[in-house]
């Protein structure tokens, strides 16, 4: 049969953010699929450079539109790390009720996406209605429902009053029942099974080859989580389960996603009721370093690393990060190989791909084709210092 | 000629034309489609759009530019959705509206129907195989696939009613099962077999498939714009109301007056209940893949529309019918 080959993006209704995958198909089965990412470059990490610490942790939170807060801890903590800062508990508390929140929110997204994709609007309608009740409390606790600024190197920027504290009880059982309910939808709607059940299967051997991580590795039987791993922020406090499942398709993906949702419940009440007392922050200085760290963090999509370099000043050396939709690209690659095109859009959704968080570097493309230019930091460098030689002193 | 010959061509030109013809069903088109999307939003716990919103829709569409694709035949490209809803429009004149009669109506005119609801799949097909887009090409083939799928149980299920009645004119068979509505509940399969195979004519979710926005972006329709795709849009409303109406005759029983409610109300009452059920279905379903869905019609559709058949001949030979 002859091979043809189908662009799926930058632009295309399956894809919330520009990105391109090439799909070659053998009749409707796809044998080999190349990502090519880099359409959301926005210079985060070199911006980062020119910002002192505390301003950093703005930017950084604009890296995900849905876990900003795993990015901004993920960078305190690194930040924290090398000023051997002691972070109070109570902020350590806050930090993971926001996270855990912060995880909620994402899975019901990502169900929610799963349904749009397979036409099954419905459950899309279902979630996001849902969902509203945790946009609700984390503008309760944060006064934003995205980019809640709750971080600060130090500890965090808003107490937890009695008021919050009692709307996520509040609020938990309700989320638990609508959890049930989701849990009962995925398992048991004969059509949804249909198009979730033995696709996109990634063995466990493969995925701990392809490094994947977070659900997309649970899901194949892979027992990892940053969360229990290395504890951070209070984890090492709250008792939680690491969910996993065999079986590696997306309904599998699907199911560690529910239960996930369970976990953070649990973890959410354990963790309001047992909010210890104390100051919410530390007051840091401002000039960090030098030195360097690495912190990890378990987002709603897998593992985020950080990688900050100080030397000394009060802005940072070098910011390096390392989003989970970036580490799960080549294991979904894989997933799509012996896949129908029909689906691509839920195999794709399956690992949550968030590709603004991904896109680190661009590499431009000569219009004319041929090979783009590569050039060396020094090359590059020496460009910049070239470029802006003949440029007024405002123009820095 | 004389003057009342031209009264009898007015009212039959009335009668095609106006109501119960084309510019009535093109009213109840817009009104089918605002129920259905109404129902689907209060199914889903959304507000659902005003009454308004379909004819709102169809101005917007009206107003808008028009493209057609440099790589697509204008001829072909503009001719299709006129036809799609000529088809449609023609089938309804056979189908009795109020009261036990349709406009016209002779021996045969059921398959006369079954075909001309046919016509819009395989333009659906010519639509997006001519517009020069990957997502019409792919759309194209799939509604032509899934024709493979649903036509079958369809025309056995409409056979069923038929045979009970012992004529193929669907006016005849409406009026003998109005009279004798213990029959009903005997066709009970083959009413769902009939709706099922319906909303896959009609491409609704789970049989979505030739639309499939997140695979093929809007299929067939990708490259229509403005007029055109208003046509083919109000061609699908109309297609959901006469697909409706033939299984409202052959299966509830006609449009007869209830005592004092006339008939007209009688058909209007059918016609909502049938357009929130195919709502329903498409509010709790997934998209099926291509393969299951036509393996669903085969396995599934298929041999229920039999089963009915057998069960109708059966009687028949017997002592029922």
Redesign the interface.
């Known amino acids: 049969m002859s091979r043809i080959q ?1 662009p799926i993006g930058p632009q ?3 894809l919330k953010e520009p990105e391109n995958f090439t799909l070659t198909l053998e009749g ?1 089965v796809v044998v080999d699929a190349l990502a090519r990412i880099g359409y959301n470059h926005r210079g985060i990490e070199k911006a980062c450079e020119q910002r002192t610490y505390s301003r950093c942790v703005y930017l950084l939170e604009r890296i995900c539109g849905i876990c900003s807060h795993s990015h901004t801890t993920c960078f305190v903590q690194a930040v924290e790390e090398i000023m051997g800062l002691e972070v109070p508990p109570r902020a350590l508390y806050i930090r993971t009720i926001v996270a855990e929140l912060e995880r909620i929110h994402s899975h019901l997204l990502w169900l929610g996406v799963a ?9 899309f ?2 979630t996001w ?1 849902d969902r509203e009740l945790v946009m609700d409390l984390l503008e309760l606790i944060s006064g934003n429902r995205v980019n809640y600024a709750i971080n600060n190197i130090g500890g965090v920027r808003r107490d937890l009053g009695p008021e919050a504290a009692e709307g996520i009880l509040r609020a938990l059982p309700v989320l638990e029942e609508r959890t049930r309910y989701y849990q009962h939808v995925a398992t048991n ?1 004969s ?2 099974l ?2 979730l059940q033995g696709v996109g299967v990634i063995p466990y051997q493969q995925a701990v080859d392809l490094c994947a991580v977070g659900p997309l590795a649970r899901a194949s039987g892979v027992d990892a989580d940053v969360r229990r791993d290395e504890p951070y922020a209070a984890y090492g406090e709250i008792p939680f389960n690491v969910i996993t499942h065999t079986g590696g398709d997306n309904l599998a993906r699907a199911v560690v996603r529910v239960g996930e949702l369970y976990e953070s419940i649990g973890m959410l009440r354990y963790c309001v009721e047992h909010l210890p007392d104390g100051p919410i922050a530390v007051r840091p200085r401002r000039r960090v370093g030098p030195g360097e760290a690495i912190s990890r963090y378990e987002a709603p999509r897998g593992e985020d690393i950080h990688y900050v370099r100080a030397n000394g000043s009060d802005r940072p050396d070098r910011v390096k990060v390392r989003a989970p939709t970036l580490a799960n690209l080549p294991t979904i690659m894989q997933a799509l190989r012996g896949v ?7 195999t794709l959704a399956s690992i949550d791909p968030c590709f603004s968080c991904t896109d680190r570097l661009v590499r431009l493309a000569p219009a004319g084709g041929g090979d783009g230019k590569v050039w060396t930091w020094a090359q590059l460098r020496d460009y910049g210092i070239r470029w802006y030689g003949g440029k007024p002193d405002g123009w820095r | 000629m004389g003057g009342a010959d031209w009264t009898a061509v007015l009212r039959e030109l009335f009668r095609v034309l106006v109501f119960p013809g084309f510019a009535f069903l093109l009213l109840l088109a817009l009104a089918g489609e605002w129920l259905d999307r109404k129902a689907y939003a209060r199914y889903q716990h959304r507000m659902g759009p005003p009454w308004f919103q379909p004819a709102a829709d169809l101005i917007k569409l009206l107003a808008k530019e028009d493209l057609v694709p440099r790589l697509a035949s204008r001829a072909v490209f503009t001719f299709l959705p006129v036809l799609a809803l000529a088809a449609v429009a023609c089938a309804y004149v056979y189908l009795p509206v109020a009261g036990g009669r349709a406009v016209y109506a002779f021996p045969g005119d059921l398959l006369v129907v079954a075909y001309l609801l046919t016509l819009p799949a395989i333009l659906f097909f010519l639509a997006g195989w001519f517009s020069g887009s990957p997502y019409g090409a792919v759309g194209g083939v799939r509604a032509a696939t899934q024709l493979l799928g649903y036509e079958v149980p369809l025309l056995l299920a409409v056979l069923a009613p038929a045979v009970v009645a012992g004529s193929w004119s669907i006016s005849e068979v409406s009026r003998t099962l109005a009279g004798r509505p213990e029959l009903l509940p005997l066709q009970v399969i083959g009413l769902v077999v009939a709706l099922l195979a319906l909303q896959g004519k009609l491409e609704r979710v789970p049989f979505d498939i030739p639309e499939a926005e997140t695979e093929v972006v809007a299929g067939t329709f990708t490259e229509y714009s403005g007029g055109r795709l208003a046509l083919f849009r109000l061609a699908i409303g109309a297609e959901l109301v006469v697909g409706l109406t033939l299984i409202s005759n052959l299966y509830l029983g006609g449009h007869a007056a209830w005592g004092p409610v006339p008939g007209l109300v009688v058909y209007l009452f059918k016609l909502a209940v049938l357009v929130l059920i195919l709502a329903a279905v498409r509010a709790a379903a997934a998209r099926l893949r291509i393969e299951q869905m036509v393996t669903f019609c085969w396995r599934v559709l298929v041999p229920a529309a039999l089963l009915q058949l057998f069960v109708v001949v059966a009687l028949r030979g017997w002592w029922l019918l």
């Open positions: 189908v295309h209704p399956a409707e349904g749009h994709e397979v036409g099954f609007d419905t459950f309608m279902y209605r709607d059509t949804f249909a198009r129908h095109l029909a689906d691509v859009p839920i």
